[in-house]
């Protein structure tokens, strides 16, 4: 158990449904990252927050939106959803922000959109 | 950006053999290598990273060699069990910029057969 925690496991919706999945990082982590797995793309980068602000941006589709609250937590919101947006999406956390920062995944939540 | 090749796709051992599994990055500025495990519909666990100021790291049956220089680095496995049969990634992250974004390469199936 790596102590970070995601609901929910599982999600299964209609195309052009709006979800949110959820994420609490290791206790004392101040950056929350997410990644996006699916069959023929792998581990994509999404997204990386530090302290509440958004520190730097993969291959997020506009369609997708994140934040992080004040107790550290965060969201991702996937909104207008696609058939290939059916994934794993996992969410990280690390103490720091910079480069060499250990992270560690969460559990994942899959996405299933039908 | 940072692009990570890894090789092979897949790798099939029989027990108690060696495993290497190799990777090369495009930005020479990288300076973190993580290698995570992934068994099937769980989440990416690090076994092993590496920062830039080291050549090799060891950790018992694992270890991980950096080449700066040719900008590749190689996980081994010896004594190779059964239980270590999962995907393996490799990555890296982009260049120190107040972030820290892990580029993934697209992972090796290993097999380890009794």
């Known amino acids: 158990d790596s102590g970070v925690t995601q609901t929910p496991k599982h999600l299964i919706t209609a195309t052009g449904q709006r979800v949110t999945l959820r994420c609490s990082p290791r206790s004392g982590d101040l950056s929350v990252y997410w990644y996006q797995q699916s069959l023929d793309q792998g581990l994509q980068f999404l997204i990386q927050?530090?302290?509440?602000?958004?520190?730097a941006k993969g291959n997020i589709l506009e369609r997708f939106s994140a934040q992080q609250f004040p107790d550290l937590h965060s969201e991702l919101n996937l909104s207008s959803l696609e058939l290939g947006d059916s994934a794993l999406y996992f969410c990280?956390?690390?103490?720091?922000?910079?480069?060499?920062?250990?992270?560690?995944f969460g559990p994942g939540t899959r996405l299933t959109v039908l | 950006g940072e692009n990570v090749e890894q090789h092979p796709s897949t790798l099939s051992v029989q027990e108690g053999d060696s495993a290497v599994i190799k990777c090369t990055y495009s930005?020479?500025?990288?300076?973190?290598f993580p290698w995570y495990k992934q068994e099937l519909g769980k989440r990416p666990q690090l076994i092993i990273d590496i920062r830039s100021n080291v050549g090799e790291k060891k950790d018992q049956r694992i270890a991980v060699t950096l080449n700066k220089t040719a900008k590749h680095f190689s996980l081994h496995i010896t004594e190779t069990q059964p239980e270590d049969s999962a995907v393996y990634f490799c990555?890296?992250?982009?260049?120190?910029?107040?972030?820290?974004?892990?580029?993934f390469g697209a992972g090796t199936r290993l097999a380890v057969h009794p």
């Open positions: 930005d020479s500025a990288s300076n973190y």
């Open positions: 990280a956390s690390s103490p720091g922000s910079g480069g060499t920062d250990t992270q560690y």
């Open positions: 927050y530090y302290n509440g602000e958004e520190r």
């Open positions: 990555a890296a992250s982009e260049p120190p910029g107040g972030y820290n974004k892990l580029i």
